[in-house]
Structures are given as structure tokens and as C-alpha cells.
């Protein structure tokens, strides 16, 4: 998985693989960022049961993919948690909702999901870039 910044629209993409294929298909999906201390970035949790149904199906394909599982897990209820970086155990962090966007291919294969930088209660500071 690999995370990099969008300097244009000022959000982070999560990437599963090398694929560097543009996506062509944008979905809404809501989630909660988790943002610590210096506006680090902990993880989301994106609401798998949200969104349309084809988002949602190629969310839960990427999300089974082998290489996803190192670093998401995904409850019965079909929330799913990908944490980024690993903090102090006893470390404050803040929780804020936001839309995530799920990025698909033409043919509906799962390309990224972008997370946006900032919103009314958060900013993500790093790692996108600013430490």
C-alpha cells in the first residue's frame, strides 16, 4: 500500500499496488479520519456500507486483497480501518467524519481512495509532506 500527496486537490491517496492508471469513476464514501498530535495521520475508518453498491463491492475487493490486510481490518459490520502510523499507546487523537473518495477504473476495478487533507475539525500534516 502506498500513500502520496495531491498537491492540486491538497489530498492524500492510498494505493494498493504500482498501478499509476488514472481512475475514471470518483464515489463518495463516508469515514472518520484519526489525526494525533503535529497533525499526523493515525488512520481512517471508511463506512464499507455506505456509498453505491458498485463502490462498495470494488471497496470490499480491495479491502480482501492480501496485501490490504496487512494494514486494514475490517469488521462484521462492514466498516473497515486502515491504520497508517503507529503511535504512543497512550497518545491523544482526535477523530473527525469526512467523505472519503473511492477512485475506480473504467471497468471497475479499484484504483485508490483519496482522502482530503484538511476539513473543519482536522489537518493532516504528515506524512504528506510537513513534519
Known amino acids: 500500500m502506498r500513500l502520496t500527496y495531491d498537491p492540486e486537490n491538497n ?10 492508471t488514472p481512475g475514471y469513476a470518483m464515489t463518495r464514501i463516508q469515514g472518520i479520519v484519526d ?20 463502490a462498495r463491492r470494488r471497496l470490499r475487493r480491495w479491502l480482501d486483497d492480501p496485501v490490504a490486510g496487512e494494514f486494514t481490518s475490517v469488521e462484521p459490520d462492514g466498516t473497515a480501518y486502515i491504520e497508517l502510523t503507529v503511535g504512543e499507546p497512550d497518545e491523544e487523537v482526535r477523530s473527525s467524519p469526512l467523505d472519503v473518495l473511492v477512485e475506480s477504473t473504467a471497468d471497475g476495478e479499484l484504483v485508490a481512495v483519496v482522502i482530503p487533507r484538511h476539513g473543519p475539525d482536522y489537518e493532516i500534516s504528515y506524512p504528506s509532506g510537513n513534519r
Open 11 to 20: 489530498s492524500l491517496r492510498l494505493v494498493l499496488d504500482d498501478e499509476t
Open 35 to 54: 489525526v494525533a498530535a503535529n497533525g499526523r495521520l493515525v488512520g481512517v475508518e471508511l463506512g464499507a456500507s455506505d456509498g453505491a453498491p458498485a
